[in-house]
């Protein structure tokens, strides 16, 4: 009867044990051990000295363009023979406004179309018109040359072949108000010998062409000590970020994803707290504040913070992308 009763303890003690083994391993293995000490302030340290990101703007020697003005950001790209850098966001009632920044950080115009509209280089193509932008200026719409359609297959994939640009824009993609909707026809744009034109013709997959899309370069980690490239990465070291402090409130332990998590994704070992950054821009700096920020310590994961530029342009990209919130994007410049 003891030799049962020592038996059954040992059952026991081992299923609770595969049971609370499983159950570490199903919430995804966190880490053990204490939290690591918390890092002070440094010397001197005025919180309120550092507004939320939010609120940044223009100081005496310092421009900030806040691109949430012109609407809901969605995504910004290079045209590195113009020196152009061009932001579009959401405007509201179906349509976009793409921002124009040259090389200084002045924001020279706006092109305003519909969501459907399509950048190809220094071109802003949409079903009816297209906008043609230089290093310093924008044109107004101009309109395709119609070609009267439909064409045979044969016909059309003659015009792309000999086009330097090429875009399709799927019936779907009219409306339902236009005549090509009602009749299934898709809209074929390309610049032919020099020319946009567009055919509305039955369906047919081409390749797009004469669409590049280039990035500005990109600081993925901001740090108390950014590393020396960091430090010339643009304009030459006139523009660079540092972490100045990170109010570290709650301490989040690294663990790999959960059983059944939609994403596949853990979460790395890191702060939650308070981010105060410093952004130097040429003889001056711009401190701003991050709420529910987060400090990576181990194991990678997302960035919420990016500064964005190139050697050969006189400004930077600011952008932050929080957990839940809307995302701040500013063009900072130092004339």
Avoid: C
């Amino acid at each position: 009867m003891k030799t049962f009763a020592i038996i059954l303890g040992v059952i026991v003690t081992v299923a609770v044990i595969v049971l609370a083994y499983g159950s570490w391993l199903m919430s995804g293995a966190p880490s053990f051990g204490p939290a690591p000490r918390k890092t002070p302030a440094p010397e001197g340290f005025d919180a309120a000295q550092f507004p939320d990101i939010s609120q940044l703007a223009s100081t005496g020697s310092i421009k900030v363009v806040d691109l949430s003005d012109y609407g809901d950001y969605f995504e910004h790209y290079y045209l590195p023979d113009l020196q152009v850098t061009y932001f579009i966001l959401f405007a509201g009632g179906g349509m976009t406004n793409t921002v124009l920044v040259d090389r200084t950080g002045s924001v020279f115009g706006t092109i305003k179309q519909n969501a459907r509209a399509f950048p190809m280089n220094g071109y802003f193509v949409d079903l009816d018109a297209y906008y043609e932008v230089s290093a310093t200026d924008v044109s107004g719409p101009v309109p395709h040359e119609l070609i009267e359609g439909p064409i045979p297959p044969a016909e059309l994939k003659a015009y792309i072949d000999a086009s330097t640009h090429y875009r399709s824009f799927r019936w779907r993609d009219a409306g339902q108000d236009r005549a090509e909707y009602a009749a299934e026809l898709d809209t074929h744009v390309f610049r032919h010998e020099g020319v946009w034109k567009k055919v509305v013709t039955n369906t047919a997959y081409h390749e797009w062409k004469g669409a590049d899309f280039a990035r500005l370069d990109t600081q993925y980690y901001v740090t108390a000590t950014p590393t020396a490239e960091d430090q010339r990465r643009f304009a030459d070291g006139k523009y660079s970020v540092s972490l100045t402090h990170f109010d570290q409130q709650e301490y989040i332990r690294r663990r790999g994803a959960i059983m059944g998590s939609p994403t596949g994704q853990g979460t790395p070992e890191q702060w939650r707290g308070t981010g105060y950054y410093t952004l130097k821009a040429g003889d001056d700096d711009l401190r701003f504040s991050i709420l529910n920020d987060a400090q990576i310590l181990s194991g990678g994961g997302r960035v919420y913070l990016t500064l964005e530029g190139r050697g050969d342009l006189d400004f930077v990209v600011l952008k932050h992308n929080g957990r839940g919130q809307d995302k701040d994007v500013f063009v900072i410049s130092a004339p």
